[in-house]
């Protein structure tokens, strides 16, 4: 396997595993908690390398993350309920306090270790072909493929599983419950999985960057449509094209590869802001301006259809207070429709405009 | 005391404590309407928006001017929360997704942007990084002076605008009925906020930049209801963090002052949530403890009462009505008899005239109610009794 190709496969992996985990964080108004827990593994991570006697171990590693994610989960929901502090307020407490513990930690005993706060920060996915997994005196290939090949298998597998539970306590928690879908289970199963995905991702794209996977292409997809499974499809459509075109970015400019990776999520997400089919800024933009033509064409057609004679430009705009231009182009969209006649003596219906304009009242 | 004293000889401590001490200051002020109008994570997402525009101030001018990089890292900050209210006003998207795609997105390009400086071998590029984190160890007397006179400005327009802002943060209806440029008032504060970013990015660093708005807000927010005093103190909280926070970094080598910092607000947060007067959840545990223990002793009371009038009053008869043992009915009785309500003669207990009084209290206390809820029986043809 060429090292290009286990880069851009592991990004893939690391895209397509949180893309199926963040569309149920954007739907359940969590986003936030996604930044949190990717802030708060640090010390957990931090934790299970002490433990592990300074062994860069995968396992310990996992596990602490994810213990590390469930107590930010837990503490927020703890400071929350107190009513003392509100829930937003609440996780911009919670994790700057554990990351802080974590940075500490990190320069206070792993200082010359092989666990440096850029790679916590930003990740190295450029290393990702020469860790390689071996087992049983075999070369089974990039560790990290096999950590997020297994990691997207397991949330693959949970969406699948859940997914009727999923949509329902999304969409409607206090139904869930009522009908014994146990929604806090859920909820926390959810955040372990997102705690691990970061974790897991933690070695390739950095501790803050799968952020920008686990929300931008959710975000991104719910722009596009308004049906869940096409959503999570979307999503990990979006992560994957991400993943593609971040990698010849970043090789073209030698820049981060995990940085351009949301730089081009960050594109997407705008280009589908602008364009999107369903209500992107640009095309309501346009579908507005449309409308206003072919309406203030039918107003001409109204009005020509009073009068026999070709009616000049100059009586329409005074009629009507409209601006020259505005009138022209209500005149072009009439003319190519065959509605409107091009007489030099002024605006006059063709037959087909007579017709339309003769079958209203 | 030694530590204490260098912050007046110490030339770089003092630099480090000063700077801290500034962004505690401004940011527990403006992080005070930054928590009250829920906007507390607008500070990390203005902050993580930053560091393209450090990066591109950098690649532009080729210096490291800290007020360029400063002025660069703020506008940065200004379009992202432009962009943001931009993405809220016509999508749908929830607010925390936006926050939370601005932040990454914009995060992300920052770091493209500085690798790619770092690998196109320009040697003036040192310490850019260090923006993430925070430099508070390298921060100059320059630099303290750039803080000063920025937060200085943001103080001023507070200081100026105070009720303006006061009335936007707890009633921006009623303050736009009365004719205040609401929406201009909010993007003042919030640009404002910037500013408390700009300053944090040198001490504390980009990515722990909200816990500078929000956690000495949040403790001071424990210990009043008055705006003007939650200010106050949410800017003296922050002070102390930021001058604790870099006293005790400079006590060891490898004590990075950013998380230092953060980590002391955290604590006075923590202390204020728990002990606060009035607000304080170690008193609410408290109280609802001895409510607890309160009505439990009152019903014991009642319970004993009935059977020292209609029957007689043992530990067993106790434990058969309440359905308990009857060395835990014992127990109870001492419990009782502890509070001067009964006494015991062998195995027959009575009532003291205390008891007495005291459940005859309760008894009306109980019968108060009903009858305060239904106007007719307050005539009280003696039906009710």
């Known amino acids: ?361 | 005391m030694d530590l204490l004293a260098g912050i007046f000889t110490d030339y770089t401590l003092r630099n480090v404590a000063l700077g801290a001490a500034l962004l505690g200051l401004v940011g527990g002020v403006l992080g005070s309407f930054a928590t009250l109008r829920r906007q507390s994570l607008l500070g990390d997402v203005l902050a993580h928006a930053a560091l393209p525009g450090i990066c591109l101030a950098f690649l532009l001018t080729g210096t490291k001017a800290p007020l360029i990089l400063l002025l660069g890292a703020g506008l940065a900050g200004w379009l992202a929360s432009l962009l943001m209210l931009a993405i809220l006003r016509s999508t749908r998207l929830p607010e925390d997704s936006t926050l939370g795609v601005i932040l990454s997105g914009f995060f992300g390009f920052g770091i493209g942007l500085l690798t790619f400086i770092q690998h196109s071998g320009d040697s003036d590029q040192a310490g850019l990084d260090k923006f993430i984190f925070g430099q508070a160890a390298t921060v100059v007397g320059e630099d303290v002076l750039t803080m000063a006179v920025l937060g200085g400005v943001a103080l001023l327009l507070v200081g100026l605008l105070y009720k303006e802002f006061k009335l936007l943060t707890f009633d921006p209806a009623f303050a736009s009925s009365l004719g205040l440029p609401v929406r201009g008032l909010g993007t003042l504060l919030t640009s404002l906020t910037v500013i408390a970013v700009m300053i944090g990015l040198q001490t504390v660093g980009v990515v722990l930049m909200a816990a500078m708005l929000i956690a000495p807000a949040a403790a001071a927010r424990q210990w009043t209801n008055r705006l003007s005093t939650m200010v106050w103190l949410s800017a003296a909280f922050g002070v102390l963090s930021g001058v604790l926070g870099a006293v005790i970094s400079a006590t060891r080598e490898n004590l990075p002052t950013g998380p230092l910092v953060v980590l002391t607000a955290s604590l006075i947060t923590l202390f204020s949530l728990l002990l606060a007067p009035e607000r304080g959840l170690v008193w609410d545990w408290r109280r609802t403890r001895n409510n607890r223990r309160r009505i439990r002793l009152e019903r014991l009371l009642l319970d004993a009462h009935v059977l020292y009038n209609h029957a007689e009053l043992t530990p067993e008869s106790l434990a058969q009505r309440r359905r308990t043992a009857p060395a835990r009915a014992k127990e109870e009785l001492e419990e009782l008899a502890a509070r001067g309500w009964v006494t015991g003669r062998g195995e027959r207990w009575e009532l003291t005239e205390q008891g007495h009084a005291e459940a005859h209290r309760l008894e009306q206390a109980m019968r108060v109610l009903p009858k305060a809820l239904n106007p007719r029986a307050e005539g009280g043809a003696g039906g009710a009794a």
């Open chain 1, 1 to 361: 396997m060429s090292s290009d190709f286990v880069i851009v496969l592991t990004a893939i992996f690391v895209s397509t595993a949180s893309a199926l985990l963040g569309s149920f964080l954007v739907l359940r108004r969590m986003a936030l908690m996604a930044d949190a827990i990717s802030h708060a593994v640090l010390p957990g991570i931090v934790l299970a390398f002490w433990v592990s006697g300074g062994e860069r171990a995968t396992a310990p590693a996992l596990l602490g993350a994810a213990a590390a994610g469930l107590l930010t989960v837990t503490l927020v929901e703890w400071l929350t309920r107190t009513g003392r502090i509100k829930n937003d307020a609440a996780i911009g407490l919670v994790f700057p306090a554990l990351f802080s513990l974590g940075v500490l930690a990190v320069s206070l005993y792993f200082r010359n270790v092989h666990l440096d706060l850029d790679a916590v920060l930003y990740g190295e996915i450029a290393y990702a072909p020469f860790n390689t997994l071996e087992a049983f005196g075999l070369n089974l290939g990039p560790e990290s493929l096999w950590i997020m090949g297994g990691l997207t298998l397991v949330n693959l597998l949970f969406v699948l599983l859940f997914y009727k539970e999923l949509k329902l306590s999304t969409f409607d928690a206090g139904l869930a419950a009522a009908l014994g879908f146990l929604p806090a289970v859920l909820h926390y199963a959810l955040m372990s999985l997102v705690s691990l995905t970061a974790v897991g991702a933690f070695q390739s794209v950095g501790a803050i960057l799968i952020v920008a996977f686990l929300i931008i292409p959710p975000a991104t997809a719910y722009l596009l449509t308004q049906r869940l499974p096409v959503m999570i499809a979307l999503a990990v459509l979006v992560g994957a094209v991400s993943s593609v075109l971040g990698y010849v970015l970043a090789i073209l400019l030698d820049a981060s590869i995990a940085g351009m990776m949301a730089t081009v999520a960050g594109l997407l997400f705008g280009l589908a802001w602008l364009f999107s089919p369903v209500g992107g800024v640009l095309t309501a933009r346009n579908r507005r301006e449309r409308q206003r033509r072919e309406f203030a064409a039918r107003l001409l057609l109204a009005h020509l259809a009073h009068h026999d004679r070709p009616v000049p430009a100059r009586e329409v705009l005074e009629e009507f207070g409209w601006s020259p231009a505005f009138l022209a182009q209500a005149q072009q969209w009439a003319q190519r429709e065959g509605l409107l006649a091009g007489d030099p003596n002024g605006l006059r219906l063709t037959a087909r405009g007579a017709a339309l304009a003769g079958e209203r009242p």
